[in-house]
């Protein structure tokens, strides 16, 4: 028993480093675990892969940087999650790009309970954060938890009604490091939340939010909850990305009415036009929404499975590099389906493929797509 609390933790801090590595997002994490089979010999695999895609080396976090970001984490009273673990959040773990790592404030149980998000516009109205704080308060004296990215406005509004109910829950999916509270006047709100209910994201400690993070905090905002309502969202807000993705992953959508001469509401009297539920209280959610959210049934997009690389011979080194070249010539910007590839890679197999795919991805040179699809990178040179 005393060996294996420490392989326990090098496992930990291994998967870490693969998280945190510059490049390796959530479905090329997944697709190096599953070819790989361990964090550590995914780790030793990246500067070949780099390499045989014609790329340099990308820095792989030290053990050390990833011992003191889990330290540094609970000193704070925090928890990284990762998916192979029971607390990782099962709704979360349903998409088809869930979060390699989570570093979690509060009462991490709250992100696998029954949860619906109230979003909205940063400069609502004040109708507007009195329809949300209405539904807000409302879910949670229903015993639901009520999920927000703790922005100015309607979030904010959903966090602070959610906390005054008695024994109201709430959870904040935050776009920076948890020590890093944003907007800055929210940091006690953040405390608050993190004492009752529970503060979430995927940035490493110290990150400060900039502009794309923000879409990922969206994303765990729609994945950690069976249905997203949307209040006061004007046309590109970041409320419709959220309602987008919640739709991707099969969670409803509800919608708050609005004047249409109010441009804030724009985004959101659109979703009603385009399916989403007319919402005004508490009755127009609930019969929506499974009883639980062990209840929840979705099959996430279709995606090209690493775990079939071991089916085939494994391509040499020479025809590895013919069918890289070939792939390269066969993709543009725009999305190419993987069946279709291999149908024009007639004399390639399945395994060597998709081991040309994920050489080439981690190269910085394609990206994965939803449904089995890949592209060039847009920032590929060249």
Do not use: W
């Not at 970001?69 to 709704?91: N, Q, S, V, W």
């Not at 099959?299 to 499975?305: A, G």
């Amino acid at each position: 028993m005393s060996k294996a609390a420490p392989q326990a933790g090098q496992d930990l801090v291994d998967r870490l480093r693969l998280a945190r590595t510059e490049g390796v997002g959530p479905v090329t994490y997944r697709k190096l675990l599953s070819r790989y089979g361990t964090p550590a010999a995914a780790l030793d695999a990246l500067p070949g892969l780099a390499r045989a895609a014609g790329r340099p080396d990308k820095p792989i976090p030290s053990k050390a940087m990833a011992e003191d970001e889990i330290a540094g984490t609970e000193r704070l009273g925090g928890r990284i999650l990762m998916p192979h673990m029971p607390a990782y959040p099962p709704l979360l773990a349903l998409l088809a790009d869930p979060p390699p790592a989570l570093a979690v404030l509060g009462d991490t149980a709250l992100l696998s309970a029954r949860a619906v998000a109230v979003v909205g516009s940063r400069n609502a109205s004040l109708n507007g954060q009195r329809i949300a704080a209405s539904l807000a308060a409302d879910l949670a004296a229903e015993g639901l938890a009520v999920v927000s990215g703790m922005a100015r406005g309607v979030d904010a509004a959903a966090h602070e009604a959610a906390l005054a109910v008695p024994g109201g829950r709430t959870v904040a999916a935050v776009a920076g490091g948890l020590d890093v509270p944003y907007p800055p006047q929210h940091a006690v709100l953040q405390a608050r939340i993190a004492a009752g209910g529970a503060v979430v994201t995927e940035a490493p400690l110290g990150t400060e939010p900039q502009a794309r993070h923000f879409p990922r905090r969206n994303r765990i905002i729609a994945g950690l909850s069976l249905g997203v309502v949307v209040v006061e969202a004007a046309r590109h807000s970041g409320s419709l990305i959220t309602a987008r993705l919640a739709l991707e992953a099969g969670r409803e959508v509800f919608a708050v009415p609005g004047s249409p001469l109010d441009a804030r509401c724009q985004g959101s009297n659109e979703l009603i036009r385009q399916g989403a539920q007319l919402t005004e209280t508490l009755a127009d959610i609930l019969p929506h929404l499974p009883q639980s959210a062990a209840d929840f049934r979705h099959e996430p997009p279709p995606d090209y499975r690493p775990d079939q690389l071991a089916e085939e011979r494994p391509a040499t080194h020479e025809e590895a590099s013919e069918i890289r070249a070939s792939v390269l010539q066969l993709l543009s910007p725009a999305p190419t389906s993987v069946d279709d590839l291999l149908r024009h890679c007639q004399f390639t197999s399945q395994a060597a493929l998709l081991a040309a795919l994920l050489d080439l991805e981690l190269g910085g040179v394609i990206e994965s797509l939803p449904g089995n699809r890949v592209a060039l990178a847009l920032t590929r040179g060249g």
